[in-house]
């Protein structure tokens, strides 16, 4: 199998604490005999404590050069304190790399070339073993800015793991928001979930999604979750979103989501005979089948 033949979903919120993570955490498993999970949210990934891997591969990730000065070279003349904006370098003339941006404006301002670019190491990325297959995650280190390279880096990686392992499809759990590493984590993919909650705040949050999805062009599908706790507002998105992005399930309130995340187990993997768990497991199994269905890998 080409990477090129290989399909990519992002499933996305807007905002936290919609159940996204948990509802693709299901996806996965689901899908695990066909799909490749890739966490791209870098700066707080999660699905890892869930899955809990067997074994990891880690590899360093260099985003943004940062200034180093030559102190054998360098004169002090004081042009790089009065043209850094991000203050970033001490009066003793040192650079404070969790400040410096990476801009090299004081590389190029230097008179005598005594402050060099370096590479460095922005974070890590890992593929690991789970019980449902590889997953590809990483971690940002605190206080860098290429989030989104790293995000882009976990999609190339995924997909090249995804060709590895003979798997049809790249599932990748998207952060919040509408920023860089969600911008990032859908540029080229091939169909968006939307997961959102019938809150002011999801339905303010799922606009300005739905928003960046119609600016890429990119198909979505909403999946509203815990619909229940407020019917009123569950029903006005989908009056007001249906027509353009369609509501391909709502998922009512249920504790089983919470008991699923302290066994560390997606919901699929909860042992139960509660029929209403029972329901909703076949809701993420519809979806599931939904997905491979729009992608023409259902056969």
């Known amino acids: 199998m080409n990477e090129g033949d290989i399909r990519q979903v992002t499933v996305i919120s807007g905002k936290g604490g919609t159940g996204k993570s948990t509802i693709i955490a299901s996806i996965a498993a689901c899908l695990k005999d066909k799909a490749i999970l890739a966490d791209a949210d870098v700066d707080a990934a999660d699905l890892y404590l869930l899955f809990e891997p067997e074994q990891s591969e880690g590899f360093d990730f260099y985003g943004l050069r940062k200034a180093k000065i030559n102190q054998e070279l360098c004169t002090e003349c004081g042009i790089c304190l009065e043209t850094c904006r991000f203050e970033a370098i001490s009066k003793d003339f040192e650079v404070i790399q969790t400040r410096c941006e990476g801009c090299a404006a004081c ?3 230097c008179p005598i070339s005594a402050i060099d670019m370096l590479d460095n ?3 890590k990325y890992f593929i690991s073993d789970t019980r449902i297959g590889k997953l590809v995650h990483a971690k940002l280190h605190p206080g860098e800015e290429s989030s989104g390279l790293l995000v882009a880096e976990v999609r190339k990686v995924a997909k090249q793991t995804a060709e590895n ?3 049809d499809l790249v599932l990748i759990d998207g952060s ?3 920023g860089c590493p969600v911008i990032s984590s859908l540029v080229g993919v091939d169909m968006a979930i939307i997961v959102t909650e019938p809150t002011l705040s999801g339905y303010h949050d799922l606009d300005r999604i739905l928003q960046l999805l119609e600016q890429f062009k990119i198909p979505g599908y909403i999946v509203i979750n815990r619909y229940d706790i407020n019917e009123e ?5 989908e009056s007001d979103f249906e027509n353009t992005f369609p509501i391909v399930t709502k998922i009512p309130y249920n504790p089983i989501f ?3 995340m302290i066994e560390k187990k997606s919901v699929l993997e909860v042992e139960t005979e509660d029929k209403d768990v029972l329901q909703i497991k076949k809701m993420i199994i519809e979806l599931s089948n939904f997905i491979l269905k729009k992608l023409k890998l259902d056969d």
Do not use: D, E, F
């Open 121 to 123: 190491v922005s974070g």
């Open 107 to 109: 590389h190029h301002l």
């Open 176 to 178: 919040p928001g509408i």
């Open 258 to 260: 919470v008991q699923a």
């Open 233 to 237: 507002i569950a029903q006005k998105i």
């Open 165 to 167: 392992q003979n798997r």
